[in-house]
């Protein structure tokens, strides 16, 4: 008898805790267009940007995180609003258009009825983050006209320090580490785009 109700009261201990983690609310995060220009000449063409590769270490909901040297964390109540791979074609999308001055810039799969004059595909290496110290992204990107030709690629390596303490502060450190890699793209759009025949 002793046992039997020793027995009952482990399971009811392991069914408060189990309650008691369930009940803790997950937080969601999203990737921002933080690129800024002044009086960027507008363009005249029309950018997709897509498809993004990302790690399959990263490729899911949750933040993870680096809390030693090859030791990470998955955190399962910190997490993306979106898939990564769509959150950061679309934060490039938005840095693309103030820094090209249009508004002429869609991401993966091209919408009906849009004709893109240049595609963006980005192979993201690196999507790091140590809490409390840094974001690191290192992304190989090409830059190719529709019509045929050839392809601008490039490499970045962007590290943004998180400035301030929680989840919020690294999804903004990534958004500034994304910028510095739209930068770059425009660049090279912009060098294709004014390149005489």
Same mark, same amino acid.
């Given at each position: 008898?002793?046992?039997?109700?020793?027995?009952?009261?482990?399971?009811?201990? +392991?069914? $408060?805790? @189990?309650?008691?983690? =369930?009940? *803790? /609310?997950?937080?969601?995060?999203?990737?921002?267009?933080?690129?800024? %220009?002044e009086r960027?000449?507008?363009?005249?063409?029309?950018?997709?940007?897509?498809?993004?590769?990302?790690?399959?270490?990263?490729?899911?909901?949750?933040?993870?995180?680096?809390?030693?040297?090859?030791?990470?964390?998955?955190?399962?109540?910190?997490?993306?609003?979106?898939?990564?791979?769509?959150?950061?074609?679309?934060?490039?999308?938005?840095?693309?258009? +103030?820094? $090209?001055? @249009?508004?002429?810039? =869609?991401? *993966? /799969?091209?919408?009906?009825?849009?004709?893109?004059?240049?595609?963006? %595909?980005?192979?993201?290496?690196?999507?790091?983050?140590?809490?409390?110290?840094?974001?690191?992204?290192?992304?190989?990107?090409?830059?190719?006209?529709?019509?045929?030709?050839?392809?601008?690629?490039?490499?970045t390596l962007?590290?943004?320090?998180?400035?301030?303490?929680?989840?919020?502060a690294i999804?903004?450190?990534?958004?500034?580490?994304?910028?510095?890699?739209?930068?770059?793209?425009?660049?090279?759009?912009?060098?294709?785009?004014?390149?005489?025949?």
């Amino acid at each position: 008898m002793a046992h039997g109700m020793t027995r009952l009261g482990s399971i009811a201990l +392991v069914a $408060l805790a @189990t309650a008691g983690c =369930a009940s *803790a /609310p997950a937080r969601f995060y999203t990737l921002d267009s933080t690129a800024t %220009t002044e009086r960027a000449p507008a363009a005249r063409y029309a950018i997709v940007v897509g498809p993004v590769s990302i790690p399959a270490a990263v490729d899911r909901p949750q933040f993870v995180v680096q809390v030693a040297p090859n030791q990470v964390t998955i955190d399962e109540f910190n997490r993306w609003a979106a898939p990564l791979d769509d959150a950061i074609a679309r934060a490039v999308a938005g840095d693309l258009a +103030v820094l $090209l001055g @249009t508004t002429r810039v =869609a991401t *993966a /799969p091209v919408p009906d009825g849009f004709a893109p004059t240049y595609r963006v %595909t980005i192979d993201v290496q690196r999507f790091d983050t140590v809490p409390g110290e840094a974001v690191t992204i290192d992304a190989v990107w090409a830059v190719r006209p529709s019509a045929g030709g050839d392809a601008a690629s490039g490499r970045t390596l962007a590290r943004e320090p998180v400035q301030g303490a929680g989840f919020g502060a690294i999804a903004a450190a990534h958004s500034r580490a994304l910028a510095t890699v739209s930068n770059d793209i425009a660049a090279a759009v912009r060098t294709k785009a004014n390149r005489k025949p």
